[in-house]
């Protein structure tokens, strides 16, 4: 059913990508705004504070906000053009139905009409549960509560999950493992404080571009940077040890870490003895983990694993930080949790200076994650498995507790239940799983067999051409709410401009949705901040207790970390202080990780490493930054980096058209030789859809445990199709 | 000078990582709105991700404006180097030769020379320049000598010899305290 409206010229005719260059009125007219919005950028978790600049009611511009202590001003070059995704010419205005030919224009009852008569239609004939939403770790707090009780209390669909699962799920998972909550533990403003810093896949200066002005204040006070990537990122370029670990042996190599500091004698044994559980089988397994074996493994050399050892061990104060480059992996649980055991091993965590955590890529990667969008998980980061935990939402909620759903499918697997023929009807926000999801391919066979296919956005993405019905949502800067930034910071996105005519406020939108299929007084909201008092009254006693942050709090204290129980609490920055865990007994866990192969190793037939990641001009799958002129100049299309020696093996020159094979399909693109890649190993970012998705090659294996893809290692052959036009 | 030039502008090329949001917002600067008067230089990507910031060094005797046969060019008593004055400039390019930083750039569709005036707008009413305000990684600074003094190790230098010539700059280039030799190539870094 699902397929892409045949005239596709058309379709991009009137639905872009356009690229914006201009400000509404031109560059002619004077920049001076009505009023200046104190906000966050839309973008990655780290969200920057920015004004932004409103003149009748549109958004003109931006102005630094200096005062808001996160980022102090800065902002990286897609926080700078953000503002160009307003009064933009591809936004939405109108439900759209499909026609053969395309789309057309239909009234929102209309629309809704239509939307519930076919979601009744399939829960009918089908069950419930072959009805599954898709969500997205970019919504606000409030908006991911609504669509958690959207699926539980309206639908009755055990099937909701959202975009997070392609996201940092890997290292929630560990965090709950060992911790027992899962929340980075420190605030950003330890890194300054530590005198050695472990950076591990996380491409920081074009990821989390503002954070290296956090690693350089480091550095400024003596600290030692060791990052650990696959690339000389711009971040990997200052560091004072660089270990460049083959894509897929991070848990071999955070092994060898850890026995060398054993070795070294750095271990923390009161800490251990008193603080955690378990350590007895990690020492026993990362004896075999020499620095010789490890070098052998993972391509670091064997100096270096016990220089960063050593580093690590003889520091007063340390943190390390992750991101998607060890999280993406078929054994993205075990990478992690690899990591916890050298940082508990050595008892660096829960002192200023001192600690760990994921940095989230999504805007709310983090909120996103705790109050009920995913597919296991009730408000508050309860377990939907979990009888006491249901007993208290069902009564939050007032419901009958047996009527809510028990755990459903993550959205990483969703497309095989669409195979199946179990999940036969989706609605998606927030998400783009068409560009997203690893085996594009597969996606498209999938969308393509729903029999009714719903899309809110504000643009009509690559995944909304396939939709039977699309609802214009609102951007960003268009609804108020909460995000819970990276570092466990809960702030205010303050609405700066009403969405245009035709277009609604996601809230409400989600809101008419499911007052069709229940109660009224079950969504009775008339502003974000009702919705928000629900969901700190829902959370409270939760692990993620957010019952004292309230908008006033945010304002005041300039956002309020979680835990915040009471509303006299100042909330919680950095956790794990006088090294309390959150396990029942109080102790951290240690877990054994013995290396595994990725999924799917180099061969002869595909004898080459493909990791995939991002560009800093361009953001998760492009949807808003493919239509910001400024930003796709910088970086216009996916270029194949490669190290020369790899290049000379193939004929290949910078700048020829090379086709990458993996067993999914081929990719045919122009190529980057560079020396800062690993030999054995090529790059592509993934923010492109169609002939230009590195997705087209990924694998769909999943890590057993958190359900995440491995992104980060598939295997290709490479051939060289032309020269360079150069 | 006036109290806004108590604070200096420092530029540390080595911080820089090349995200070029110094470059997006300096366009939307409300004297030049459109139009960016920064650029980025990346060394060699094929050795390395290390890029340069450029902005206009304020040199105390410009040769922009000494070569500049419309005196087009000025430079303000608290040593701000003007973009091109509208009215007078001619389009010439002699001051884009002339710079021994490669700064002004000749803009066809104003047919005129404009270049980097450190916000002077922002600045002499005592704000950051916008590149500086929004630069993620402290490759662009600006503040109290002391205080860059006491946070960083890189020294700053204001003299530069080039060729004959020796050229005095308000804006500081940071560099290292102590430069060992840097190896570019990942394999250095491998176990083989």
Not at chain 2, 85 to 99: D, E, F, M, Q
């Amino acid at each position: 059913m699902a397929h892409v409206p045949e005239d596709t010229a058309a379709l991009m005719e009137r639905y872009g990508p356009t690229l914006q260059y201009t400000p509404p009125g031109g560059w002619e007219a004077s920049g001076e705004p009505d009023r200046l919005v104190q906000t966050h950028c839309c973008f990655c978790g780290v969200q920057c504070g920015i004004q932004l600049k409103v003149k009748d009611d549109v958004v003109v511009g931006f102005e630094p906000w200096e005062e808001f202590p996160v980022n102090r001003g800065m902002l990286c070059p897609k926080g700078v053009k953000r503002y160009l995704q307003g009064s933009h010419p591809d936004r939405l205005t109108s439900p759209l139905i499909r026609t053969t030919s395309g789309f057309r224009e239909a009234t929102w009852p209309e629309a809704l009409d239509r939307i519930e008569a076919e979601i009744r239609r399939i829960q009918e004939e089908s069950g419930r549960d072959s009805f599954g939403l898709l969500s997205g770790a970019s919504l606000t707090n409030e908006k991911a509560y609504l669509m958690g009780k959207f699926a539980r209390v309206a639908l009755k669909t055990r099937n909701i999950d959202y975009n997070g699962r392609l996201c940092m799920v890997s290292a929630g998972a560990a965090n709950k493992l060992a911790f027992g909550i899962d929340r980075a533990a420190n605030p950003w403003s330890d890194i300054p404080l530590a005198k050695c810093l472990i950076i591990a896949g996380a491409n920081i200066g074009e990821c989390f571009p503002i954070l290296t002005d956090y690693v350089w204040r480091a550095r400024d006070a003596g600290a030692k940077l060791i990052v650990i990537d696959p690339r000389i990122t711009p971040i990997g370029r200052t560091a004072d040890l660089f270990l460049p670990v083959r894509p897929g042996r991070d848990s071999a190599l955070m092994n060898g870490i850890l026995n060398a500091c054993i070795e070294g004698g750095f271990a923390d044994e009161q800490f251990i003895a008193q603080h955690t559980n378990d350590f007895d089988k990690v020492r026993d397994t990362v004896r075999a983990y020499t620095p010789e074996r490890t070098a052998e493994i993972t391509g670091v050399p064997a100096a270096s694993i016990v220089r960063a050892a050593e580093w690590w061990g003889e520091a007063p104060t340390a943190m390390l930080l992750h991101a998607r480059g060890i999280e993406h992996h078929t054994k993205g649980t075990e990478n992690c949790l690899s990591c916890i055991n050298l940082v508990l091993a050595t008892g660096k965590i829960g002192k200023p200076g001192s600690g760990y955590g994921t940095i989230t890529g999504q805007g709310n990667g983090q909120g996103g994650r705790e109050h009920g969008q995913r597919c296991n998980q009730l408000p508050g980061g309860r377990d939907i498995d979990n009888p006491e935990d249901r007993r208290v939402i069902a009564e939050r909620w007032g419901v009958d507790e047996k009527d809510i759903p028990g755990a459903g499918l993550p959205s990483t697997e969703m497309r095989e239940a669409i195979m199946r023929d179990e999940i036969k009807g989706m609605l998606s926000i927030c998400f783009n799983p068409l560009v997203s999801l690893p085996d594009a391919d597969y996606t498209r066979r999938a969308l393509e067999k729903l029999e009714l296919f719903v899309v809110i956005d504000f643009f009509l993405s690559e995944t909304a051409q396939h939709a039977d019905i699309v609802l214009p949502g609102s951007l960003h800067e268009e609804d108020d709410g909460t995000v819970t930034t990276g570092e466990g910071r809960v702030v205010r996105i303050r609405q700066a401009v009403p969405p245009p005519p035709g277009a609604r406020q996601d809230w409400e939108i989600i809101c008419d949705l499911a007052r069709r299929f229940a109660p009224w007084e079950k969504f009775p909201y008339a502003c974000t901040e009702d919705i928000n008092r629900e969901l700190r009254y829902a959370s409270r006693g939760g692990t993620c207790d957010y019952y004292g942050i309230t908008y006033p709090k945010i304002d005041d204290q300039k956002g309020v970390f979680w835990p915040c129980p009471t509303l006299d609490h100042a909330g919680t920055p950095r956790l794990f202080e006088d090294a309390v865990f959150r396990h029942p007994d109080g102790k951290a866990r240690f877990h054994a990780v013995e290396y595994r192969p990725p999924a799917e190793d180099v061969d002869e037939e595909y004898p080459v490493i493909l990791t995939t990641g991002r560009v800093v001009s361009q953001f998760l799958s492009g949807t808003q930054t493919r239509r910001i002129g400024p930003l796709v100049d910088q970086y216009p299309e996916p270029l194949l980096e490669l190290h020369p020696e790899l290049a000379a093996k193939h004929g290949i020159a910078s700048g020829d058209t090379v086709r990458v094979t993996s067993r999914r399909g081929d990719l045919t693109l122009a190529c980057n030789v560079v020396r800062t890649i690993r030999p054995d190993t090529v790059f592509i970012p993934y923010h492109w859809p169609g002939a230009k998705s590195a997705n087209r090659l990924t694998l769909r294996a999943l890590d057993p445990v958190s359900k995440i893809p491995e992104f980060k290692v598939s295997a290709v052959r490479l051939e060289r199709v032309a020269a360079s036009d150069a | 000078m006036s109290q806004a030039f108590t604070q200096e502008f420092f530029l540390d090329p080595s911080r820089c990582i090349g995200c070029q949001a110094c470059y997006h917002a300096c366009a939307e600067c409300e004297t030049h709105r459109g139009h960016s008067m920064i650029h980025l230089d990346y060394v060699d990507r094929s050795l390395s991700t290390q890029t340069v910031p450029v902005v206009c060094m304020h040199c105390d005797d410009p040769a922009c404006a000494a070569v500049c046969p419309a005196d087009a060019i000025k430079r303000t008593t608290d040593g701000i180097v003007q973009s091109a004055l509208k009215p007078r400039c001619i389009g010439c390019s002699n001051c884009v030769l002339a710079c021994p930083f490669g700064v002004p750039r000749y803009i066809p569709a104003l047919d005129q020379m404009m270049k980097c005036d450190m916000c002077y707008d922002r600045t002499s009413v005592g704000k950051k320049p916008m590149c500086v305000s929004v630069c993620p990684s402290g490759a662009l600074a600006f503040g109290l000598r002391e205080e860059i003094l006491a946070q960083r190790r890189e020294r700053p230098i204001d003299v530069f010899q080039i060729g004959p010539q020796t050229v005095r700059t308000k804006v500081q280039l940071m560099a290292p305290a102590e430069v060992d030799s840097l190896d570019l190539d990942i394999t250095a870094f491998m176990e083989r």
